[in-house]
């Protein structure tokens, strides 16, 4: 078998001759897609918000406010959330345009509007990419955070650095799952994370995924990216916790049969939090973008239920506002 990887090695469970691989066994079967693909128009799914879209924003929007200089994690919507540590920004999977989609007229749109604009962030010092799904690594974000943020650093999971070619990014790293790099007092380590890559017909799992974990004096910060639940997510605390915080995914997880190899629903989240040892949890990769099945609104209903079905009645584990923060000073 020819050998088109150029990251291979044979040691490792998740490498392929041709790209990269789930160590865990597939459930999918073809034609899979075009049966939910079916079924969705079929059903007219998803539904909107139960109040409407207006409420919804009313509800769970705000525009992010950056001022201060405490340490602060930001989450500003489905998977894009930024950290302040000692006065230096980590930017992870921002997507502040209005479609996840290469295109400028079709593919999911947002729902609910960015919370802050690429001129309105601070000084980005990291910015961290998980995947190269369209809702988690934009163009248009990209382009207009080299152009403004030139010295920027880039890290980003193996077969990912030559995206980055066609714009002014100065400096990017690529690394494999259970590697790290350390900048100044911050370390980023590279973690396991049960999903898939493509943007286009041609380069299907070509690049790795990934989650992430942040190390610094103030902050042990989990990342999980896109990924279905997996035992190897368990081993990351293990490895590189505890955490001080989570960012764990309540959303895009319906119907189960076809979505739960690739996005974990609120009741595997609150398994993995509970496996974790009770970190505070952001959730993310909600809220934004109509990407399965459930509606806007559900998934934090559905995490309560999952809660309590859980048994657990005091926990940390609580949905923020798109564009709210958390300030470390502050205890929780």
Known sequence: MKITNRYYDATKEHHTPQGFCNPEPTLHQKGDLKRWQEERKKLGLPKPPQAGYEQFIQRWWQAADLKGSQDSVWWLGHASVLLRLSGRYVLIDPVLSYRASPLSFYGPKRQTPPPVTIQQLPAVDVVLISHNHYDHLDRRTIRELTKRFRQATFIVPLGLKRWFSHYPAKRVIELDWWESVTLDEMTFHATPARHWSMRTPWDRNRSLWCGWVVHHPALRFYFSGDSGYS?????????????????????AYAPRWFMEEQHMDPEQSVMLYQQLNYPRVIPIHWGVFELADESLDEPPQQLDRALNAAGIEQHRFYPLKIGERIDLDIPF
């Open 231 to 251: 035992k190897r997510l368990v081993d990351i605390g293990t490895r590189l916790g505890p955490f001080d915080i989570a960012a764990l995914p309540i959303g």
